[in-house]
């Protein structure tokens, strides 16, 4: 079964998030501080999306952190894990929802919960010991925000199973079934299809639009579809047989003017009648795969240039700028229903 590691940037912010906040108030010298302040990082750190539920996550987070100050055991340290494993998991869920991808399983968000709890749990009791190592080399407070950091860190890796997704990605698959029947020039044009796509993809969970994900997942659909469709196409009008029809054509209509029999004569009239009416079907296959080939040139295009339109967005004109890729992007699957329609009964034909 295939898996992948969707959005590494949404995780190396949140394990960023979580050292920082885990070393900041770890400093003070306690791990149930430390826990607090990755919580309060993550909230900070998370931007505007899903800021309430954050917020309430994390406000869990610390009450529960302080209950560990109150009953210093173990099971409080797993309690106030789970919960930092459940602020991930929100923070996840938000994240993919603003890019339109799923959002993680709940067997997913359980597990990140299960690990997040033994981590803390396994600090509770190993990391005391490493701080008093530290502290015989640095400052004690150094020593605790180390100790914190780490935790925060290890707490923060129990998010990886909200980021690999089982079973691929469907546009993937269909790229890779499509490789075997696909012609150089075909297949270099699926390619930087679906490499456009990516980093479009990586581009926009930076700045959200789960409509802008859709729609980029779209025109990629529309260019697999185009590149299989041309393939279909280039078969059907392979220039050998062109030649081969071209020379039985005039190979019959030499033969009927030589015949001396006038039913022959037709009988090979009508055949090479019929030979031209295969030419004419093969020109118009011709010409519906160049109309094909020239559409998925244009979606290529299209989806490059939303792909560093993404790139190349800045704070001040943001907004705008997205709502201008938004309707080209648009404008592009429009276009492309329409080629459609224009292709199909060529393609029927074929």
Sequence with gaps: MDARFEDHGSFQRAA???????????????????AAGSALALLVAGGNAGLRRRAVAACCCATIAVAWILVPVVWAGAACGAMLGLLLAVVRRDTAAGVGAT??????????????ASAQ????????????????????????????????????LAAAPLHVRLGGDALERRLAALRTFLDPE?????????????????????????????????????????????????????????DDLQRRSAQLARTAGSAEDPS???????????????????????????????????????????????????????????????????????????TAEVAAPSRARA
């Design 16 to 34: 960023a998030a979580f050292a920082i906040g885990g070393a900041a108030l770890g400093a003070a010298g306690s791990l149930q501080l430390a």
């Design 103 to 116: 959002p993680p399983s709940p067997a997913a968000v359980a597990l990140c919960a299960a690990l997040s």
């Design 121 to 156: 749990a396994a600090a509770a009791v190993t990391l005391p010991h490493l701080s008093a190592a530290l502290a015989t080399v640095a400052p004690p407070w150094i020593a605790a925000g180390l100790s914190g950091g780490a935790m925060g860190l290890w707490t923060a």
């Design 186 to 242: 075909l297949g270099a044009l699926a390619e930087r299809a679906m490499a456009a796509r990516r980093g479009a993809a990586i581009a926009l969970a930076a700045v959200g639009g789960a409509e802008l994900g859709i729609l980029l997942d779209s025109l990629t659909a529309a260019a697999l579809d185009l590149a299989a469709r041309a393939a279909e196409l280039s078969r059907a009008a392979a220039p050998a047989l062109e």
């Design 264 to 338: 022959a004569r037709q009988s090979y009239l009508r055949a090479a009648d019929a030979l031209s009416s295969q030419l004419e079907h093969f020109r118009r296959v011709r010409r519906a795969r160049e109309r094909v080939l020239a559409s998925l040139h244009e979606d290529v295009a299209n989806l490059e240039r939303a792909r560093f339109s993404l790139t190349l967005l800045d704070g001040a004109g943001g907004a705008v700028e997205l709502q201008l890729l938004h309707e080209r992007l648009r404008q592009g699957v429009t276009v492309f229903e329409e």
